[in-house]
């Protein structure tokens, strides 16, 4: 006989891997709904102009932390691990500087031009960044990676493959002490190069790409609020994800890439790239993990792998889920605009409870 399903889950505090908290009246309001539910995050420095100093992710740190206050929630109730901006005339000063601040975990290199707020993004990596990387690869802080070349001859769809043999075995071949984190995987490709490279390297997995393939896009009509960078692929690759996150590999960990944008920014002509998931994360992944049976292989997903790759303590506290259905809200506020969550309307069979 098969034991019944559990309606409960309580795991291990987790923590987002990589996140999009934006800044002024857009960062008050979203900034409780990742607090809700993970300790700490990796925190996307891609605003307009980029975070690309020690200084400036310190002040953005500090107006994080504000906005927790404002929020109503205790000081320690969330801890946003801060990240650089990679351009390509980073020195490799500013990398020991933001390494010796004990804050500032990460750099992220963002091609020019690959996505949301990328314009300053590195033109030539091994050209013009080998100072950055050789002073990343001595501190030991991890490069995270938006896989995706922009050559415009190569199909959106391809563009993460293309990545990993034009840019990713290059660069890890000569820097190969490196930690790379491969962010927000969306491929086939992408699972087998992570699962069987030598050397420090994960990638974060975001729940829409476990829960959803490119159809998502197109169901009945264009769907705007499905689209995202790098973008939804066929269902033969969600299933690769789905085995990558469930399968016990601990170089696969969670990283929603919750990416905020006003509802009428999305709704439009040239709709922006970004899914808001912040609000019902952990009910997203646990809903895919239920999908695929392995409910017992979350919390290392999302609580443990993370922290061990980033050569930090997983966390105290716990978080729990329930079996019970969790309506995804139509619309939120966010300032003066408002803001369209990830799958409106529907419903989830998991809820977070609250504490
Ligand atoms: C992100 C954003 O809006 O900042 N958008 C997205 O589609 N994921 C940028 C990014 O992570 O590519
Ligand atoms: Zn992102």
Redesign the pocket.
Known sequence: MSNPPPQTLTLIRPDDW?L?LRDGATLGAVVKDTARQFQRAIV?P?LRPPVTTTEQALEYRERILDAVGAAGLPGDAFTPLMTLYLTDNTAADEIRMAHGTGVIHAVKL?PAG?????DAGVTDLLGRCTGALEALQEVGMPLLV?GEVTDPEVDLFDREAVFIERVMIPLRAQFPELKVVF??LTTKEGVDYVSEAEGPIAATITAHHLLYNRSAIFQGGLRPHW????VLKRERHRLALLDAATGGSPRFFLGT?S???ARGLKEHACG????YTALHAMELYATAFDQAGRLDRLEAFASVNGPAFYGLPVNTGTLTLKREPFRIPDVLPMGTDSLVPLAAGETLAWSVQQS
Do not use: K, Q, V
């Open positions: 990589h999009h996307m891609n963002y690959a996505t949301t707020n990328s938006h962010e927000h689209y995202c960078l790098p890439d990416a905020p944008h922006c790239a970004g899914c």
